[in-house]
């Protein structure tokens, strides 16, 4: 299965990849997902790897709901210009698959540049721009669909949570063929500790289309997880 061999691969890459900064996480979540009033169950899997210049983070998303199944995995690099440079830039790369919406499988890719606006005590705001493109697979009718792509992300921690909000805009700039499929996605999480390692995740995540002949989707999670340095787990 293709999914299968991208996970290896981009494993391995991980695994091998040290330097002396090298700072490792691993986080684990099982849950509950809710997703256009339907109720499912949800696994997440994120290792996350960094040095004082670049940043690692893999990702694999997947839930089930009746006879519906969604898979989300994802890879993104990102490189300093220098080790205390506000600057970098940032690739993207992810495999998606829908059968709630007959997507046999999308690939998408993004690349550009990003900067830290505020660094502060207690979180982080940082802006990117970039281009990027989708290639989907609908009932076998292959879309290949090019985009701009900026986005605002702000990371805050409080003695009592965590919390993440992102809003990224893609606007196409391909030929319209059937529809335009630019939009709007927002992601809000709330990570609230339980004890050492040990936490309850709250996420809603939204997909807005700015044409109405497009059907927005919507999600909310609900879950336990583990985060740890996945190197003491060998």
Known sequence: ????????????????????STK??????????????????FGFL???????????????????????????LRYKSSNKYGTNS?????????VRKNTRVDMDLQYHYNQGFGYFANQY????????????FDMSDYLNATRKTSYLKGGVFWDHNTAWFSSKLEFEHFQQISEI????????????????PIKKSLYI??????EDFLIEKQTDASSL???LGWEGDIRKLF
Request: proline residues 0%; glycine residues 6%.
């Open 1 to 20: 299965m293709k999914i299968v061999k991208y996970i290896v691969i981009v494993l391995l890459s991980f695994v091998y990849a040290q330097s002396d």
């Open 24 to 41: 490792w996480r691993q986080y684990n979540r099982i849950g509950s997902v809710s997703v256009d009033s339907t109720s499912g169950v």
């Open 46 to 72: 994120r290792l996350n790897r960094k040095t004082n210049a670049t940043y690692k983070d893999l990702r694999l998303f997947a839930y089930g709901i009746q006879n519906q199944s969604f898979i989300y």
């Open 86 to 94: 506000k600057f970098y830039r940032y690739t993207i790369t992810s």
């Open 121 to 132: 005590k207690n979180g982080l705001i940082n802006i990117e721009i970039g281009h990027g």
């Open 177 to 192: 063929v059937e529809s335009n499929l630019s939009r709007n996605q927002y992601i809000f999480e709330v990570i609230l």
């Open 201 to 206: 995740n709250l996420n809603i995540e939204v």
């Open 221 to 223: 999670t609900l879950a």
